[in-house]
């Protein structure tokens, strides 16, 4: 749902007993491990990709190093397998589970950031080429038909396939793609038909296409 590759910050991290700093992707992890009752790093990774990695863009490589050290917290029991690949299995205990709930009782009021190239581009557009705008626009509505029919598939899922908070979820994000999928192909049909307004001139004109 958002567009954006931004870092692991929502504010200034929480601290829990002083002793742990708490971002968005340590809740995540705790929140993951909660809802699936024991999880290795790599089944972070496939829960994220599954579930919440769809509207929160954040580094893999962090589900590898956050449980260990909300292991340290005393927010995560570690176990590690006596055979074989010898993975790391996490569990969450009774201070993550106590943290978890501190957070969802939280509320929260902020807004999060929107990063869309093609937004960006678009804000810009009048100074290029009606053409380019038009590939843009294309570009775009296909973009995001394909993550609509990603989310539609997990929407097709059987009801007991996902909680009801991620099945919430995944409503908005489905309302969210489109609206985008309307958004653009609008656009496409505009240009098209020529029914973007000109804009003052600032400058030297774009060449032509």
Do not use: C
Not at 2 to 7: D, G, R, S, T
Request: no cysteine; aromatic share 8%; hydrophobic share 45%.
């Amino acid at each position: 749902m958002e567009e954006k590759e931004a870092p692991d910050v929502m504010g200034p991290p929480s601290t829990v007993a002083g002793t742990a700093s708490l971002t968005p992707v340590s809740y995540l992890v705790l929140g993951l491990v909660a809802r699936h009752g024991t999880a290795t790093p790599y089944d972070l990774k496939s829960f994220a990709a599954q579930s919440v990695g769809n509207f929160w863009s954040f580094p893999h490589a962090q589900l590898y190093k956050e449980p260990p050290r909300l292991a340290e917290a005393g927010l995560l029991a570690e176990e590690r397998e006596e055979f074989g690949r010898r993975r790391r299995i996490f569990r969450i205990t009774d201070a993550g589970r106590a943290a978890l709930a501190e957070w969802l009782a939280g509320g929260e009021t902020a807004l999060g950031e929107l990063r869309a190239p093609g937004l960006l581009k678009l804000a810009f557009a009048e100074l290029g080429r009606p053409a380019d705008a038009a590939a843009l626009a294309r570009g775009q509505a296909a973009a995001h038909r394909t993550r609509l029919a990603t989310y539609e598939a997990f929407a097709a899922l059987p009801a007991d396939a996902m909680p009801w908070s991620l099945r919430r979820a995944l409503e908005l994000g489905l309302g969210y793609e489109r609206l985008q999928v309307d958004f653009w192909e609008t656009l496409v049909r505009d240009l098209a038909a020529g029914r973007i307004p000109p804009s003052p001139s600032t400058g030297p004109a774009p060449p032509a296409a």
